[in-house]
């Protein structure tokens, strides 16, 4: 039975992929429209692969350099006290996930820069026809994600499992199964981390300086076939909004359902028919199931008429998709689970229930169905927080800044308490592992939230290329009605990829514990907080320089766009043509080039803090990044959403104070400005922050093997004491007092040591009880943590919890084991 | 010994006070100008007392309805678990607490009226002379703030130490004497907050509003008399930047005082000449202290002629009162502290000497000097952060504005390292007592700071002056100098504010954690990272209240001028007055509006997560309050600070890729929008956040004994074991396993319930020694927390952690008390 479904995970991410080559063969075969929009169309396509291969280039290096690191440390075994299980087979891992990841991006821009155009040409036809091709570039990408992750992962894990002849769940052999498979999400995420910040940047570096000189400057029209800049305008959408987002959320369902996995081994699910191994395959499961829905929710994404509404047939298939995977999902948590389960170290949490699992996916669900209507709450146009932007236009750029900051700065108040209340919620169902399923269940779905989220800028591009080849109104009509659309789902896209990221570090924080061998993590420590302000200033440092290079990009671009306008005569007279390959080159060469000083802060910091500060430092810095960086995340994607769509707004007129303002009044303006700065927010920074707090997570649970043990984070309540978890009952027994010095000193002399360190009452006492009536030092007792959770016989008392497997502690005056104990 | 020195904190804030009514004589005797000067001058200072009365009126009600809450708090006893030490005395504490904050700001408002108009007259004259009246100004402010602190601080603490018969430092008595001193922090911080708030929406509402259509539309000079608003902009530099920085760092000051105070009753410092009180008199004297060398300081403050460099006289002052400071603390610490103390509940930290104290108070001394020279730099004009806005104003209102926030968030960086640095260094010192101690140094010289800062809004009230009554250039040239330096000092200012509120915050922290009897804030647990998560949205949605409560103010204020453009003519002819007074109401009525809700989230936040989630969520809580509001509170000041500058760098002309702009040019209006979004950043959000985070603390600190023991926060580690501190080794011991219930079974039984309760091995094994060979259950040992930090004779393993004094513990099955341990 566990093999069974252990190949058919891989084999519904291989019905994914053959759903998405049949998709894509769909669009490639429409009709791309007149030989001038194809040759617009071919230069986006150029100008994206352009940027892939440079990107690449660039990523080839990191990923060799990084796979070199993880092969050797895969060598190392670490100390007696703080065994290593990993392999140098992490590096290839690494590099599977890297590759994928790029494949992902690669599969969703090819699709997209061959939909764009041909979703033109469509909407000539009807906007049912526009819709069909536009949504099914967008599924393309969609499917090709949730494929390809699918895949990877289980075909990956059906390897690892036979590599390292796996038997048990509870077992070293497990442990480095899993281990070597977290290589493949550090190398997806790493590689999402570059194309997010590299896309952002390229895509706001052409806009804002598209912008800038076009329709401030010159007074042409977005996209305006004139503006040197506007190749380089849509490609950003493609290489940002889809390449970008696309390896984003693979990189964040792979992480999820890896975090899901490493708490999964730690469940003892005895009595399932998978030989204990339902918690560890379920996330896989899930996600396979939530791919096949989400197939059948695209069906539901059509519409009959022009005058059916485009939001309402995507909002069907979203739902469709979600309802039925969570339907979908209480027959499978019933099917594979127990109905009882338990952690096999009981210090990481209480017994729990498959109903309990169930309610915990349900929570995900209902997370991120929240957070995405309060983002389209905050961003839509016509709701309370727009319509205070847009009041504020009227007194100036700097007021309708003022306006888009507060309502971004208060858009993180519900997200804020749904989160809280949804991690509460998913662990008092199921613990630890509630909060990290209740993720995976939201992002089972990710097939579908993906498509509806490439769908914009597809449509997007759409009208891009309409403009730029000057057809009829009619066909600009309706791509505009589907870029409408497509903006709010990119809001909503945002809200649930922010929810996503924020649930899935959680999961990755609480896999982070269990390896790294700690069993808290304690701010009331100096070190500790210290840690926790740190983690909190870099989303502000990352923050920073994202935006900061799309300003000096746009700066670059502002400047060639001008030199054209200048240089080359008959460009405003139709007349020459303008040298887009120019203003590409320079996109591309400022996304790669700032791309690296953010990325390295995010995979070094964690390194650096973690071997000096040890783990629990460490466990207060991913704290603080994923509270600010989840944070800093909505206020800006938010506020940049809100500042687009108040600039929107303007397009057909709104009412301040009675009076009616249109596109190129003072107060329009002023919300151009607002819809600038939100640009870099939205669009660069924002949507790092996710990747960002998820990279610093998944880079601690790779290094937490390592790093085990490192760093006396406890300095007053003695963790110096080496050997306390053998020998004292509560894991903070004895304080500083050293059982081996102990050992060889009287009672007298050894209580005066506790005092000279600083142990309180109860650690000294528990020292003090290791001495006899007759005053004599006498050995710690034996015990074992076993598995099925019953002490040995005999004087049970203490045992070591870090070590796994039922393995005895060793007693530090004789070493003999009890014979009920297991041999490691 | 002990009475002598404590008669002498109450005489030196007495010092402190007649310095001050001597300064403040000097200043009001000098001359005041002529009519036109004086009945300006009279104007503003009508408007300043108009809006000091309007916020009186709401806060007397405040202050009446809190004072009768904590009057009924204060009769409760709490439970035989968690007793609670406190008396309705804590109302009248909390009153006079309210009253000397609001004094403070009265004192120094009232002398910033007098002094502007002064500087303006002596302006006339020289530049020595100017800044002579105007830092005289300051100093008044200063010394005014420093002596109502100690001398209600130390008045206070001798009164309650008669009142509640305090003999001994480990004592309820004691606690109860400190608890009731909370209360004049609660009421000092509490007024301070609805002061920066109220003052900061006043200030802003006015500035914006003034600029928007006085300099932009009208294009009327800043201070121009024909602007109706420019009274209420002059008002609003009294109430916002005077009374609201004198309230707050009155908040600071007396906050950073008592969280030292609270934990130096934790601290054994037997042997000392003040019966152990040392530990706890030692901040109050370095205070007194501070504020003698702060006179001393001031007296370097001078300058001779027209060409001498006011920044180096104040540097002077400054650097001189600080160094003074660190050296006399050398011989106070040496003479008062006993070489060596320790903790009396040994797990709340190690052993520290006399000489860590000292190095932690140099360290606090140089965490202040380095935020403040680093704060200076990402502020100060022709550094590279301003600059870079400078250059980015030549593409745009935007690229301004993105430049901006970009340097913002840069300028966390450094100022976050040196926190983490400063809390792991004087931590490493001297404990938790070290942290408080280093606030405490820092905080010594807030008279000399303060003077510093208040010297700002003179200088600036004074140039107003001197434009509205079109005074000859000579003059305005004075004032302009003085007022280029107000800018700067204003900037260190804040960052030596936000320093000193984050340490001070760390401080409360580490006091609440003492009282509220929990011994960790572990971030693992589900419940206490949804605390962080909310903690860390509250200085978002205060902002956000914050900055739109100035837009919206801000545009009454538009409204309003325009109005009276309109409808009174001949205002720009000179021929007829503007009303004033309307401008001076609307903002008086906004700020006094919009500081209610942002005030009642900070109040109450706090008590509802502590009474419904227990103490350790609350932790988090303060913990993610902290952190955010440190980094949005630096943030927003330092971008807002930086836009100021780039702004007022134009004036002198500034050059942008070879050409040089002046004011009026294209960058320049882009400049002016940076500032105007920065205005309600620097003065309004950003400076609030230090009192924010403060006040939760204060909030905090003031319920956790009522709050002690609520909330199962331990949810998979045993809390619900209502015994389980009585009978087991390790503080986590026995899990769920309730040794009542055990008492009552047979091993097997007590084993099985053990396991149903998802009771961990180690917690098991905690329960099952309790069982005799015989299989029979037998009670568990008694032990002392005694205070010299020796256990009873005997069999001595587990005591109570919580309780002081060397009570015994309860053994529930029989409850005899063993001979050592000393009765509660």
Redesign the interface.
């Known amino acids: 039975m566990k093999d069974t479904i252990l190949y058919l995970i891989p084999a519904l991410g291989l019905v994914g992929l053959i759903v998405m080559a049949l998709k894509s063969a769909w669009v490639s075969k429409q009709d791309a429209g007149d030989e001038k929009m194809q040759s617009l169309a071919d230069k986006i396509a150029k100008g994206a692969m352009a940027f892939l291969r440079a990107e690449w280039k660039v990523l080839g290096y990191f990923v060799i350099i990084g796979a070199l690191l993880l092969a050797w440390i895969g060598t190392m075994k670490g100390s007696p006290e703080h065994p290593v299980h990993s392999s140098p087979i992490i590096a290839i891992s690494f590099i599977i996930g890297a590759v994928f990841s790029a494949l992902a991006g690669y599969f969703g821009m090819r699709i997209a820069t061959k939909a764009n155009v041909r979703t033109t040409q469509a909407a000539r036809t009807s906007l049912a026809k526009a819709l069909k091709v536009s949504f099914n570039g967008g599924t393309v990408m969609g499917l090709g994600v949730a494929g390809l992750a699918i895949m990877g992962l289980g075909g990956l894990f059906i390897a690892f499992l036979a590599m390292f002849k796996v038997v048990e769940v509870q077992s070293t052999e497990m442990m480095t199964a899993i281990e070597v498979l977290t290589g493949f999400s550090l190398g997806a995420e790493s590689i999402a981390l570059f194309a997010r910040v590299g896309g952002g940047i390229y895509t706001k570096a052409a806009d ?1 300086g598209a912008d ?1 000189v076009g329709k ?1 400057e010159a007074g042409i029209p977005e996209d305006d076939v004139r503006n040197p800049a506007t190749i380089a305008d849509n490609v950003g959408d493609n290489v940002g909004d889809v390449a970008g987002m696309g390896a984003d959320l693979f990189g964040s369902y792979v992480a999820t359902i890896l975090a899901t996995m490493v708490l999964g081994q730690e469940i003892n699910a005895g009595g399932d028919k998978f030989g204990g191994f339902s918690p560890i395959l379920l996330p896989m499961v899930i996600a396979g199931l939530g791919l096949l829905f989400s197939i059948v929710g695209t069906w539901f994404v059509r519409i009959k008429n022009e005058t059916d509404s485009v939001q309402k047939a995507l909002n069907l298939g979203n739902w469709g998709s979600i309802v039925l995977t969570g339907v979908a999902s209480y027959f499978l948590v019933t099917w594979m689970l127990p109905e009882k389960m ?2 096999f ?7 729990f229930t498959s109903m309990g699992v169930f309610a915990a996916i349900i929570v995900g669900l209902v997370v991120g169905t929240l957070m995405s209507l309060i983002t389209e709450y905050y961003t839509a146009m016509g709701k309370r927080p727009v319509l ?1 932007i847009i ?2 236009s ?6 309708n ?3 888009g ?6 858009s ?2 519900l997200p ?2 749904v ?3 949804g ?2 919620g998913s ?2 169902f199921a ?2 592992y509630g ?1 990290a399923i209740a993720a995976a269940g939201m992002m089972a779905t990710t097939a579908m939230q993906l498509a509806i989220d490439a769908f914009g800028p597809i449509a997007d591009n759409a009208g891009g290329i309409a403009e730029m080849s000057q057809l009829p109104e009619e066909v600009r009509g309706r791509t505009d009605n589907l870029d409408a659309v497509g903006n709010t789902t990119a809001a909503t896209g945002k809200g649930f990829a922010i929810a996503s990221a924020a649930l899935t570090s ?1 999961a990755l ?2 896999a982070f ?1 269990g390896i790294s061998g700690i ?6 420590k ?2 500790v ?6 983690g ?2 870099i989303p ?2 990352f ?3 994202a ?2 290079a ?2 000096r990009a ?2 670059d671009m ?1 400047n060639e766009v001008r030199r054209q306008f200048r240089e080359i005569p008959g460009i405003m007279e139709y007349k020459a043509e303008p040298e887009y390959e120019k203003c590409v080159a320079i996109s591309t060469k400022a996304s790669i080039r700032e791309m690296i000083l953010p990325g390295a802060i995010t995979l070094i910091s964690p390194i650096i803090v973690g071997f000096i500060f040890g783990p629990e430092v460490l ?2 810095m991913l ?2 990044v994923t ?2 960086g ?2 800093m995340g909505m ?1 800006q994607s938010n506020a940049g959403g809100a500042w687009d769509n108040a600039k929107k707004s303007f397009e057909k007129g709104v009412e301040i104070n009675g009076e009616t303002y249109y596109k190129k009044s003072e107060p329009h303006k002023a919300s ?3 819809d ?2 939100g640009d ?1 927010f939205k669009d660069t920074s924002g949507p790092s922050m996710n990747i960002l707090i998820k990279l610093m997570s998944i880079v601690s649970l790779v290094i937490a093997p390592y790093i085990a043990g490192i760093g006396a984070t406890d ?3 003695g963790s110096n004491c080496a050997n306390k978890e053998a020998c ?6 004895m ?1 500083k007092c050293d059982m081996n010095k102990c050992a060889t000193m009287s009672k007298a002399e050894c209580a005066a040591m506790c ?12 020292c ?2 290791h001495y006899g009536a007759d005053g004599k030092f006498k050995a710690c007792d034996k ?4 598995s099925d ?1 019953k ?1 040995c016989a005999g004087d ?4 070591k ?1 870090k070590e796994m497997g039922g393995a005895c502690c060793k007693d530090t005056a004789n070493s003999e084991e009890k014979p009920c104990c297991k041999k490691k």
């Open positions: 804002v800038l401030v338990s952690w170290n009981a210090a990481r949490g209480a017994e205070s009041r504020q009227a007194t100036g750029h700097a007021t800044i003022i306006g900051l507060s309502v971004g700065m208060e993180v108040v804020i308490l989160l809280a209340g991690i509460m662990y008092y613990g630890l909060v959680l924080f609480a514990v069993d808290a993590i304690d701010i009331y100096a070190p907080l210290a840690g926790l302000f740190v909190g200033m502000f440092i923050s920073s320089l935006i900061a799309v300003g746009a700066m502002v466990g207060g704290a603080g509270v600010s989840v944070l206020f151009v400005t607002g600038t700065v870099p300095t007053n309540k004292s009952m509560g894991h903070n027994g304080g005092d000279s360190l600083g142990c309180d009452s109860t650690e000294k006492a528990a003090m009880s015990a074992c943590c076993k959770g002490a049970a008392a203490h045992c919890k």
